[in-house]
Each structure stands twice: as C-alpha cells, then as structure tokens.
C-alpha cells in the first residue's frame, strides 16, 4: 500500500502525462472470490464459510431461464448459437458454453463487434442468440438499426437487467432501451410478465425469422414454473389480465404487481380498473388498446424505463392518433440518471408507489 501511495503521490506532483499501472487481484483475501473472479463480479447473499449463494429455495432468477431456455433449444437446432460480451455468467449462459462449446462465443468487452458478428452468422443461416445486459447494448445502437435490422436478419437480442438494477447505480440501470430500440424498423421488441412468458417468448423468436429484442429485468420473477411444451405467442398480441370498465392499465412485465395493487386501491374508491399485459412494445397492439379507449376515461401505462420516448409515448401517440379524448398517463422514471439504491428505496423517492399512482389517476378520474 505505501508504494501505491508514493506512486500516487509522485504522479500527482508531476507536470507532465502519467500512466500509473496497478496489478490488482480480483477477489484478494477471499479464497472463494480469488479462485472465480468473474462469478464474485456481484453477489448476494452467500455463505462465508463455504462461498455459496443463498437464495430463496425453487426460485429461478430470468438469467437462469433464459439460459435453459437456450440450452434446450439447442437439443433439437444445431443452426441455434450464443453470443455475449464477457457476461457469460451474468447472462446465463455458462451452462450453455459447457454443453454447447463451438456454439458459444464470448467476444469481450465489444457488444458493437457482438451484434456484428451476429449479423454476419444469421446471413450465412445461422440463428444467434446475443446476451448482454441492457445498459451495455446502448453501445450496439448503430449496430442493431444497420446492420440487423436494415438486412432483416434473424438476430434475437436477449437484454438482461433492465430496468432498475438497485446497488449497481445509474451506470447499470437499464432504463433507456426502449426509448433507444423501439422505432428501429423491422425490430420485434418484447417483455415477458413471467418465467414462462420468457421461454415461450424465446421459442415464439426463433420461429419469426426476424430481428427480435427481448427484455427482462435482473433477479427473478414471480415463480411460474418452466412450460412443458413451448408455445408460439400471437404476433402484436396483448393479454388482458383483468377486465375494467373506467380505467385500463396497460403494465409492462415486473410493473404488474404495482399495477395490480393500484388497481385494488382504486377500487377502494369505486373505480374499476383493467390490467394489460402488452408482452408487445413494437409493434402494439392496437386493435386492443382501440377497444379499450371506446370507453375507458383514463388508460395508464407502467414500465420499468425511463418515460421520456418509452412504451407509455408510443401508447399516448396511438391514442393521440385514433382521436382518444380521455386522460393519458404514463408511470415510470423520469429522464435523469437514477442513483443507487434498492428498487422500493428509488420507487419511494420519485412517486413511483401504488399509493402515489391511485392518487394521481383517482385526481384525473373526477
């Protein structure tokens, strides 16, 4: 420590350029974090003595789906690949790189090269499935537009984390994909409300030979378990959840319980509320959301990203252009970086509460 502190010093004296290099070991003083530095990146909860994570019994994190998804796939289509940027373990797929050796490629710390390298194998036949968490596919933007989703290629984009990602900070949080990825022509964008939708929705991509992009937050989901038999999901097709005659509440994926627990406090108050599970970003479902504005006198959208450019303006534009004369709203984050902290902590912070939502379409509904 007392030769980094000179080196420091030194460096902070000098007048001319430094370039200070420090070997550092990932992990130093913990066995278990020096043997797996790449697996200790973050962790939870674990056990001192032995290294191993502590997780609730049965639950399944959407990383762990998403690669056994992947994994089981593959069994049956050898054209199947997987691409990631150094995230193997983060995004699921190391059992997937074990089982499936020269169809698993890791480029690094490049999700641009990635989503090229992509592009290439799908116009040779391939099928690539790329894997990267959301906030590092903002780097692919250019990438995604020209050179997948002008060629029409049959790339599938898995973003993992996004969202809010709590402890990880504003770097981390994968609140801006939709705004960035929605308008891209051609681009199939989805979210599944469960661990089954997110299977089904990977099967239902590989089917559509086309440029798919699905988005998940980070941890688990509500528990669904795992379909048996995979099935195809309706292009563009919404699922009502709950029927509503004053309100609907159009909630995308990890945003329906919060809409759900709206939806009870308003009827606390006498006002019946819908709930939608989109599953589509693009394209939507405007055959639904027409129906709906017929009668509704609010519609309110719910999503886990920033609300400026996100699902809830491309909702309020299709509204705004079938002539919708009732009240608009859209629930999400503002258009800031989030700072760290635990999703409820954040949620509190910037009215993003089933309380503060009730009160605010309750205040429109009068």
Same mark, same amino acid.
């Given at each position: 420590?007392?030769?980094?502190?000179?080196?420091?010093?030194?460096? $902070?004296?000098?007048?001319?350029?430094?370039?200070?290099?420090?070997?550092?070991?990932?992990?130093?003083?913990?066995?278990?974090?020096?043997?797996?530095? @790449?697996?200790?990146?973050?962790?939870?909860?674990?056990?001192?003595?032995?290294?191993?994570?502590?997780?609730?019994?049965?639950?399944?994190?959407?990383?762990?789906?998403?690669?056994?998804?992947?994994?089981?796939?593959?069994?049956?289509?050898?054209?199947?690949?997987?691409?990631?940027?150094?995230?193997?373990?983060?995004?699921?797929?190391?059992?997937?790189?074990? *089982?499936?050796?020269?169809?698993?490629?890791?480029?690094?710390?490049? @999700?641009?090269?990635?989503?090229?390298?992509?592009?290439?194998?799908?116009?040779?036949?391939? *099928?690539?499935?790329?894997?990267?968490?959301?906030?590092?596919?903002?780097?692919?933007?250019?990438?995604?537009?020209?050179?997948?989703?002008?060629?029409?290629?049959?790339?599938?984009?898995?973003?993992?984390?996004?969202?809010?990602?709590?402890?990880?900070?504003?770097?981390?949080?994968g609140v801006f994909d939709i705004a960035l990825f929605r308008s891209a022509?051609?681009?199939?964008?989805?979210?599944?409300?469960?661990? !089954?939708?997110? !299977?089904?929705?990977?099967?239902?991509?590989? $089917?559509?030979?086309?440029?798919?992009?699905?988005?998940?937050?980070?941890?688990?989901?509500?528990?669904?378990?795992?379909?048996?038999?995979?099935?195809?999901?309706?292009?563009?097709?919404?699922?009502?959840?709950?029927?509503?005659?004053?309100?609907?509440?159009? !909630?995308?994926?990890?945003?329906?319980?919060?809409?759900?627990?709206?939806?009870?406090?308003?009827?606390?108050?006498?006002?019946?509320?819908?709930?939608?599970?989109?599953?589509?970003?693009?394209?939507?479902?405007?055959?639904?959301?027409?129906?709906?504005?017929?009668?509704?006198?609010?519609?309110?959208?719910?999503?886990?990203?920033?609300?400026?450019?996100?699902?809830?303006?491309?909702?309020?534009?299709?509204?705004?252009?079938?002539?919708?004369?009732?009240?608009?709203?859209r629930f999400g984050w503002p258009s800031q970086f989030v700072p760290q902290?635990?999703?409820?902590?954040?949620?509190?912070?910037?009215?993003?509460?089933?309380?503060?939502?009730?009160? $605010?379409? !309750?205040?429109?509904?009068?």
């Open positions: 420590m007392h030769l980094l502190v000179s080196a420091l010093e030194t460096a $902070r004296r000098s007048d001319e350029p430094i370039l200070l290099h420090v070997s550092t070991q990932k992990g130093k003083g913990y066995p278990f974090a020096e043997a797996e530095p @790449e697996a200790w990146h973050g962790t939870g909860a674990f056990e001192a003595s032995t290294g191993a994570a502590l997780k609730p019994a049965g639950t399944l994190k959407y990383s762990e789906v998403f690669g056994r998804t992947l994994e089981r796939m593959a069994e049956t289509n050898d054209k199947l690949v997987a691409i990631t940027a150094a995230m193997a373990i983060g995004t699921g797929l190391t059992g997937f790189a074990k *089982r499936y050796p020269g169809r698993f490629f890791d480029v690094g710390i490049c @999700e641009e090269h990635a989503v090229l390298f992509a592009a290439g194998l799908a116009a040779e036949g391939l *099928r690539p499935v790329v894997a990267v968490y959301s906030t590092f596919a903002q780097r692919s933007v250019d990438y995604v537009i020209h050179d997948v989703c002008l060629q029409q290629l049959p790339v599938i984009f898995c973003l993992d984390r996004a969202g809010l990602v709590g402890d990880d900070g504003p770097t981390h949080h022509p051609n681009l199939v964008l989805l979210q599944p409300k469960d661990e !089954a939708e997110l !299977a089904n929705m990977l099967f239902s991509a590989m $089917r559509w030979q086309r440029p798919v992009m699905i988005r998940y937050p980070r941890g688990g989901g509500p528990g669904a378990p795992l379909p048996a038999t995979y099935e195809e999901i309706p292009m563009g097709r919404a699922e009502a959840l709950q029927e509503g005659r004053d309100i609907q509440l159009w !909630a995308l994926g990890d945003m329906i319980p919060l809409a759900k627990q709206a939806a009870q406090l308003l009827a606390a108050q006498g006002l019946s509320a819908g709930i939608v599970n989109p599953r589509f970003i693009s394209p939507l479902d405007h055959d639904l959301l027409s129906r709906q504005a017929a009668t509704a006198r609010c519609i309110a959208t719910f999503e886990n990203g920033v609300v400026t450019g996100g699902f809830g303006s491309r909702v309020t534009e299709v509204l705004t252009e079938i002539g919708y004369r009732g009240a608009c709203l902290g635990p999703f409820d902590t954040m949620a509190e912070r910037f009215g993003l509460t089933a309380p503060a939502i009730a009160e $605010r379409i !309750a205040s429109v509904m009068q």
